[in-house]
C-alpha cells in the first residue's frame, strides 16, 4: 500500500512554508528541457532546483534518500524518453532504480514523493507543468516530516571508491543485475533502519 501516513504524519504546511522540489534532470533531454521553458518564458512554480546529472541512470537511492533526508519535500527524476537516451538503456535502468526506490520508500511514508519523467529538450511546456503538477501534489502531502531525522547510510558507489561515471548504462552496457540487486538490498537495509528511527522519535 502506498501511504503518506504508513510511517509518519506530515508536517502541517502553513506560514507561508513552499515545497522544496529538487529536480535530478539529464543533460541531453530533460536539461535542454528545462532551458527551453525558460527561454519561452513558460511559467512554473519557483519550487524546484535542478541539478544536472549526465543521464537519469546517474541517480542512485543514496541520492535520493539523501535529498529527502536534507530538506527536499520533493524529488523529480526527469530523463529522455524510452529509446532516446544517450547511453542507449540509461533511462530504462533508470525506471527499474526508481521503481525498486519508490517501493522501498513506502517504508518511510515517502513513495509520493519521488517521480519519475520523461521530458524531451523540445518539450519546454511540459517541464513547466510537471513542475506544476508535482508542486501541487507535494502541496497537498504537506512538508516532508522526516526532513533531518532519517540518516542515509547507504555508501554511494563514488564513496565506495569506484569508478563509475554513469552507473547504470552508459555507452549501453547496462548494470549487472547482481549490482543492481546489491543496491536494492543496501537501500532497503537503510530504508527499513530510517523507518524505525523515525517512528522511534516521534
Ligand atoms: Fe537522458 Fe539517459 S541521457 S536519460
Known sequence: MSTETAAVKPAQAGNGWEPNILAFCCNW???AGADLAGVSRFQYPPTVKILR???SSRVEPAF???ALKEGADGVLIAGCHIGDCHYIDGNKNAEIRINNT???LVKLGLD????LEW?????GLRFSEVIKDFTEEIKKLGENPVKHKIEPQIPSRASEGRRHVCPDGIRGFPLPK???DADERRFNASANK???NVQGSE
Open 194 to 196: 530510517s523507518a524505525v
Open 53 to 55: 546529472v549526465m543521464c
Open 119 to 123: 521530458i524531451s529538450a523540445s518539450e
Open 178 to 180: 547482481g549490482n543492481r
Open 102 to 104: 519508490k517501493k522501498a
Open 29 to 31: 533531454c530533460s536539461y
Open 112 to 115: 509520493k514523493r519521488l517521480r
Open 64 to 66: 535520493i534518500l539523501k
